[in-house]
């Protein structure tokens, strides 16, 4: 399987140097535990998945696969087929090394596995202001945000979360869309921002402003790095948070779509009235 294909991968493929395959041994799962946990570095008991239901994930025809580096694993992801049936398939947690593409390696394999099997589309969650997963998830793959969930798992005990509550988006990647089959082939969606947008939520020392709302296209900006302010500056982290459930969860639950996400800082949202 390559980036520039729609051609459906085998169990195994091979991405930018990046061995990809799909795992199913007790003894590959427990390699996929350990790395999450030096990933989140979760408080016992909150492991974002056990190995006992990665076995099971996979028996059931479920998607499990790991990510390799000259025979280390790198990255994996767990997903598992969801309503409506046939179509979906929903990725609950994906983990690799940042910055190195392995990320992309995975989403190109879960793809090619879901197109194999005949499903539309793959969905997952992603905190809506950790910057780097908006970039990737609506520039590097096209995906679009079609739910905004606010804590969404409760409070999290982990390195990464940190005891904020888990607001969450839906992201949605429909595998044969225009924009898609661009970003897969290595041309990112980049939305194009009218000379009228307006800033809904915008960033001044280190701190949430918000603006206006009545324009036709807004933006909603999040913090450069939510998670070293989660430890250095909780109750910041806190006023973003809530600012931006307030701003573009509020925006999304009147009917506003977000189109993309613009300069690696702010969200572009169009209001459909």
Known sequence: MSGTTDRPAPGGARVNGVELRELHSIEELEEVFRLFDDIWHPDPGSAPITVELMRALSHAGNYVAGAYEDGRLVGASVGFLAAPVGRVLHSHVTGAAVGRGIGFALKLHQRAWALE?????????????????????????????????????????????????????????????????????????????????????????????????????????????????RRADPGAARAWRHAVRDVLGGLMEEGAQVTGFQGRSCYVVERTA
């Open 117 to 229: 099997r005949g499903l539309e589309r793959i969905t997952w969650t992603y905190d809506p202001l950790v910057r780097r997963n908006a970039h990737f998830n609506l520039v590097k793959l096209g995906a679009r945000p079609e739910e905004y969930l606010p804590s969404f798992y409760g409070v999290m005990a982990d390195a990464i979360n940190t005891g904020d509550e888990s607001d969450r988006m839906l992201a949605v990647w429909r595998l044969s869309e225009p924009r898609v089959l661009a970003a897969v082939q290595g041309a990112p969606h980049r939305p194009q921002v009218p000379p009228g947008a307006v800033a809904a939520l915008a960033e001044r020392d280190g701190r949430p402003v918000t603006g206006r709302t009545d324009a036709r296209t807004v933006l909603v900006a999040v913090p450069a790095d939510i998670e070293t302010l």
